[in-house]
């Protein structure tokens, strides 16, 4: 016995419980992934051939690698909707002034110029989308994110859905008045937009034909603008007419108009004050209008424009796109994240901050979006929590402290034999 195996082995020991206490001390560190020391004999080389191994007696132990586990983590919902976990295989893609780097770790922010960074202030790689939300996947960039508001969009289609009663019958009043209730069988109201991305009021009136079967009669007013005395819409025709004339056949089923009409609205007869493009045509569409003998309802009311918007929030689909949620209901592509993958993911080195960077023994990386080859898909308002199982750790702490305690006595018990040599 000598003091080699002994030094080397209270080494080993020492290593081994230093691996377990970081593991322990970053059991709360989203993104980390579980180490483990791993060891092997140490051998004196021999000059007597090969059968001398056969008795040749071993000088220690050594740290042959300290390798991590990349085994999935546990998911845990967040609040923010920037952070975003990796459920599958695959790393964030990260930029440091062009030292790109990989991460799990999915607490990302925006900083003040619109880049979605880590804490570090470390840039988020992706694919950009243009103004318009087209995501360009040529090749991945800093992800920026377009905050400006977005601008209005003019309506210019108008679908209207809706069933008249067949068995109505014709208002007292046969003169169309939109200040008399006794003119018309029903009226509702949905709205448009301006080339300012202001909103008007579109009122429509239903009236029953008294002298043809199947036969209604529709008005339509903006922004309740009506004659006062005649209670006649002004400033809106309909098919170029101040009313349009619906007729169904047997079935219930409109016949006519068999097409979108257009709609036209002078605004600067309607407010002088609006400042907006005039006059404003929309399409409106009524094909799929009915005449049962259920009550009146409206089921469709959908306009193509809408007003300005304002950034509001953001959601993370599994396949990266991050979509912007705008105050006028409108969403938008922002972005979209990738991963990276490795063939040899035990080949990366850990640089600090939970990054990794590629060496020759991980291979090069392979970029995608997320959900695609053997990328795995996100989960947002989510992070990834440590794979560190403590019950384990302190399992191993105590069997590193014995192991340490053991080769000291290896080291204790040598040095009592060296002094019975010493005393005879």
Do not use: C
Request: charged residues 10%; glycine residues 12%.
């Amino acid at each position: 016995m000598s003091f080699q195996q002994g030094l080397s082995g209270l080494s080993v020991a020492s290593t081994n419980l230093d691996v377990v206490g970081n593991n322990i001390a970053n059991a709360n560190t989203v993104g980390y992934k579980q180490a483990q020391a791993q060891f092997t004999d140490i051998f004196a080389n021999s000059l007597d051939g090969a059968g001398s191994s056969r008795t040749q007696i071993g000088i220690g132990a050594r740290v042959a690698t300290v390798a991590q586990s990349f085994n999935q983590g546990d998911i845990a919902a967040t609040n923010n909707p920037l952070d975003i976990a990796i459920n599958g295989q695959g790393f964030f893609r990260m930029s440091d002034s062009g030292a790109i780097s990989y991460t799990r770790n999915g607490q990302f922010r925006l900083d003040g110029n619109g880049f979605l960074t880590d804490a570090s202030g470390t840039n988020v790689t992706g694919y950009a989308a243009d103004i318009d939300g087209n995501i360009n996947s040529s090749q991945p960039t800093n992800l920026k994110f377009i905050t400006s508001d977005i601008p209005p969009k003019i309506t210019s289609t108008f679908n209207l859905g809706f069933n008249l009663p067949s068995d109505a019958t014709a208002p007292v009043v046969a003169t169309f008045d939109a200040n008399n209730l006794g003119s018309f069988n029903e009226t509702r109201s949905g709205s448009f937009f301006d080339s300012l991305g202001s909103e008007h009021l579109f009122s429509y009136y239903f009236q029953k034909s008294g002298t043809t079967a199947n036969t209604w009669n529709m008005y339509a007013s903006v922004d309740g603008a009506v004659d006062a005395i005649s209670g006649v819409p002004i400033g809106v025709t309909l098919d170029g007419a101040a009313s349009v004339t619906l007729t169904f056949d047997s079935n219930g089923a409109l016949t006519a108009p068999a097409a979108p009409f257009n709609v036209s609205v002078d605004l600067s007869t309607i407010d002088p004050t609006l400042g907006a493009g005039s006059p404003l045509v929309f399409a409106l569409d009524l094909t799929t209008a009915t005449q049962f003998g259920s009550k009146f309802g409206v089921n469709l009311q959908q306009g193509d424009g809408y007003g300005s918007g304002r950034l509001a929030g953001f959601t993370t689909a599994a396949d990266g796109v991050i979509q912007g949620n705008y105050s006028n209901g409108q969403n938008r592509p922002l972005g979209q994240i990738v991963l990276a993958n490795f063939v040899n993911p035990q080949g990366l080195n850990p640089i600090g901050d939970g990054r990794w960077i590629e060496t020759p023994s991980s291979g090069q990386s392979l970029v995608g979006p997320p959900n695609s080859g053997t990328l795995g898909v996100l989960q947002a308002s989510s992070v990834e929590a440590a794979n560190v199982d403590l019950t384990s750790e302190l399992v191993k702490m105590i069997t590193a402290q014995r192991m340490y305690q053991a080769n000291a006595k290896t080291i204790e018990t040598q040095d009592a034999v060296l002094q019975t040599l010493v005393n005879l």
